[in-house]
């Protein structure tokens, strides 16, 4: 149980175009869903909280113009990412939960801007 | 006094051998304390957690020795295998049972050798 699904799991693209992230909870409601981006070899840095229904909350230096994230559902977050720029290039992760319960992590989406 | 310190940053050991990996935190409100396993291109996973009102909790070969007067906690992997070979991250929350939001520790490169 507990899954949390990703997707695309690896994206490339041109420097300027905008790049949309999905994650899923498949099998329970994620009230609370969670952003994060990880450099090689470092660890996971929070980029934002998003609760169905409501706009996200963005952790300091994250730009919420650039990095939009919609949680219109119980089972649905999106990140995307807007004209997208080489610096842009991680490993973005996501991760839901429940009330009451701990954050389940999805298998993250390799982003490479050229 | 959100930050969560761990040490060391990489460790290898024999297959059998006990890794033993460290962190501190500042915040005493963090009043949960999660272990992540990752390996390469995967999100992470929960591999246990504990509440300060325990001093060690075990869960097959992985233990977490809780130090609550000295804000410290570490995982203990017994009979380590070269599967468990993967980055460990440390990570603490406050909030109760609402989970609140994660913050990592730096994370350690685990190399377990056959």
């Known amino acids: 149980g507990a899954v949390v699904s990703q997707h695309p799991s690896w994206v490339i693209c041109k420097s300027g175009t905008s790049v949309k992230i999905e994650c899923r909870s498949l099998?329970?409601?994620?009230?609370?869903m969670f952003w994060y981006r990880q450099f090689p070899k470092q660890s996971l840095m929070l980029m934002a909280t998003?609760?169905?229904?409501?706009?996200?909350?963005?952790e300091q230096g994250v730009e919420k113009d650039k990095f939009l994230i919609n949680h219109a559902s119980l089972t649905l977050s999106t990140l995307t990412v807007t004209s997208a720029h080489p610096e842009d290039s991680s490993f973005y992760i996501c991760?839901?939960?429940?009330?009451?319960?701990?954050?389940?992590f999805g298998d993250g989406t390799r982003l490479s801007i050229l | 006094q959100q930050q969560v310190k761990q040490s060391p940053q990489s460790l290898i050991v024999q297959k059998g051998g006990i890794p033993i990996i460290n962190c501190a935190y500042e915040?005493?409100?963090?009043?949960?304390f999660p272990w992540y396993q990752q390996f390469p291109g995967k999100g992470p996973a929960l591999l246990i957690a504990?509440?300060?009102?325990?001093s060690e909790k075990k869960e097959g070969r992985f233990t977490i020795s809780f130090n609550k007067s000295a804000k410290q906690f570490s995982l203990h992997i017994m009979d380590s295998q070269p599967g468990d070979s993967a980055t460990y991250f440390c990570?603490?929350?406050?909030?109760?049972?609402?989970?609140?939001?994660?913050?990592f520790g730096q994370g350690t490169i685990l190399t377990v050798h056959p």
């Open positions: 990570a603490a929350s406050r909030g109760g049972t609402s989970y609140g939001k994660l913050t």
């Open positions: 991760s839901a939960r429940d009330a009451g319960q701990p954050q389940h």
């Open positions: 099998d329970f409601q994620a009230t609370t």
């Open positions: 998003s609760n169905e229904g409501s706009k996200a909350t963005y």
């Open positions: 504990i509440r300060p009102d325990v």
């Open positions: 915040n005493t409100a963090f009043d949960y």
